[in-house]
């Protein structure tokens, strides 16, 4: 793997290197908060944040996703007549996408493209035309826990290239062969630089000091993990206000509605959230989660026993402890695992 050097003052050219091609995107400071936004020129990267708010899972599965358009003309000979939504229409490219949320989508895949027949087109279509520019955390937040969840703050999963912040200047390492591509115009890196971005991988590395134990977990039977009297305690202070779902750069519960006008109509995929009482609501009006208990142990079952169980030991959460940070009750995901492994079954 190549390692590269960019200078922060050369930032600029190379940004307009990339524009000729990409359209790109990168978490910007808004009120606050760090909310991913096209960038126009590469001064306008900071690379002094924790994390951006919202995941960019929504570049691959947005919020709300137009599938297909119809119309139903009773005049016309052929009957309804469909057409799928078009693909992107240009490539692009996330600028400093943090380790955390490339391997999420690296998770993603594994729902989306699990196999032929169930192909997710329009999750391909925006992967494949999706390059990632990762970068490496030196100052993790207290709330992080991806060591501890197959993952880890100079990740390189999922990524096309990780670079790692070395103060005025950028070491850019290509993972695939899109990325080499990108930086086969910049010079080598030297030693001294190779050797601060390994130290500053130790660090960052070490400076993460909480986590969840996944080894217990994965080593009882799901049943006794599922039965435990912990889930009494975690689901009463839970609201089901489902924001912990939609800060997380795993979930994918969607729901798909036709809206119509006249004789014309289109196939919407909205997220959705498995805290909601309505998501698994049957016609039949049964509901198989129809408790608040039900909802709550369902969301850290799948991620932590259900998901590594059936995709090949993929966790479904990369430790970003966004779900921490956001929930209004303060429900700490890695206390909720480490309860799974500790208390007694009843
Ligand atoms: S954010 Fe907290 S209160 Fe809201 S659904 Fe998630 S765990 Fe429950
Ligand atoms: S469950 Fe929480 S910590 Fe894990 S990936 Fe989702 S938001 Fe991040």
Same mark, same amino acid.
């Given at each position: 793997?190549?390692?590269?050097?960019?200078?922060?003052?050369?930032?600029?050219?190379?940004?307009?290197?990339?524009?000729?091609?990409y359209r790109i995107y990168a978490p910007l400071?808004?009120?606050?908060?760090?909310e991913w936004s096209e960038v126009?020129?590469?001064?306008?990267l900071?690379?002094?944040?924790?994390?951006s708010?919202?995941?960019p899972?929504k570049f691959?599965?947005?919020?709300?996703?137009?599938?297909?358009?119809?119309?139903?003309?009773?005049?016309?000979?052929?009957?309804?007549?469909?057409?799928?939504?078009?693909?992107?229409?240009?490539?692009r490219l996330l600028f400093n996408i943090?380790?955390?949320?490339?391997?999420?989508?690296?998770?993603?895949?594994?729902?989306?493209?699990?196999?032929?027949?169930?192909?997710?087109?329009?999750?391909?279509?925006?992967?494949?035309?999706t390059v990632l520019i990762?970068?490496?955390?030196?100052?993790?937040?207290?709330?992080?826990? +991806? =060591?501890?969840?197959?993952?880890?703050? &100079?990740?390189?999963?999922?990524? @096309?290239?990780? *670079?790692?912040?070395? #103060?005025? /200047?950028?070491?850019?390492?290509?993972?695939?062969?899109?990325?080499?591509?990108?930086?086969?115009?910049?010079?080598?890196?030297?030693?001294?630089?190779?050797?601060?971005?390994?130290?500053?991988?130790?660090?960052?590395?070490?400076?993460?000091?909480?986590?969840?134990?996944?080894?217990?977990?994965?080593?009882?039977?799901?049943?006794?993990?599922?039965?435990?009297?912990?889930?009494?305690?975690?689901?009463?202070?839970?609201?089901?206000?489902?924001? +912990? =779902?939609?800060?997380?750069?795993?979930? &994918?519960?969607?729901?798909?509605? @036709?809206?119509? *006008?006249?004789?014309? #109509?289109? /196939?919407?995929?909205?997220?959705?959230?498995?805290?909601?009482?309505?998501?698994?609501?049957?016609?039949?009006?049964?509901?198989?989660?129809?408790?608040?208990?039900?909802?709550?142990?369902?969301?850290?079952?799948?991620?932590?026993?259900?998901?590594?169980?059936?995709?090949?030991?993929?966790?479904?959460?990369?430790?970003?402890?966004?779900?921490?940070?956001?929930?209004?009750?303060?429900?700490?995901?890695?206390?909720?695992?480490?309860?799974?492994?500790?208390?007694?079954?009843?």
């Amino acid at each position: 793997m190549a390692e590269k050097i960019l200078k922060k003052e050369e930032l600029d050219d190379f940004v307009a290197r990339l524009k000729s091609k990409y359209r790109i995107y990168a978490p910007l400071e808004k009120g606050g908060e760090w909310e991913w936004s096209e960038v126009e020129q590469g001064k306008d990267l900071t690379f002094d944040f924790f994390n951006s708010s919202l995941s960019p899972k929504k570049f691959f599965f947005p919020q709300t996703e137009c599938l297909m358009h119809f119309r139903n003309d009773p005049h016309e000979e052929k009957g309804m007549l469909m057409e799928a939504e078009a693909g992107l229409d240009q490539p692009r490219l996330l600028f400093n996408i943090r380790p955390c949320d490339a391997k999420a989508l690296t998770v993603l895949d594994k729902v989306f493209e699990r196999d032929e027949e169930s192909m997710d087109v329009y999750w391909k279509d925006k992967r494949e035309k999706t390059v990632l520019i990762g970068l490496a955390c030196t100052d993790p937040c207290p709330t992080c826990f +991806c =060591t501890s969840v197959n993952c880890g703050p &100079h990740h390189e999963e999922g990524l @096309d290239v990780l *670079q790692v912040d070395l #103060g005025d /200047r950028l070491l850019l390492r290509g993972i695939s062969e899109k990325g080499e591509q990108l930086l086969k115009d910049l010079d080598q890196a030297g030693t001294e630089d190779s050797q601060a971005a390994a130290d500053q991988k130790k660090e960052a590395e070490g400076s993460i000091t909480s986590g969840v134990e996944m080894d217990r977990i994965d080593s009882r039977q799901t049943l006794e993990v599922y039965d435990q009297a912990m889930w009494d305690r975690v689901y009463e202070s839970c609201i089901n206000c489902g924001t +912990c =779902t939609f800060y997380c750069p795993t979930c &994918h519960c969607f729901d798909i509605q @036709d809206e119509t *006008q006249g004789e014309y #109509g289109r /196939r919407v995929r909205n997220w959705d959230t498995c805290m909601s009482w309505l998501f698994t609501h049957h016609t039949s009006g049964h509901n198989p989660r129809g408790t608040k208990k039900d909802r709550v142990r369902q969301r850290f079952m799948h991620k932590f026993k259900y998901m590594p169980i059936k995709l090949e030991g993929s966790i479904g959460c990369v430790g970003c402890g966004r779900c921490t940070q956001r929930c209004p009750v303060n429900i700490d995901v890695r206390d909720v695992v480490n309860s799974m492994n500790e208390e007694h079954v009843e």
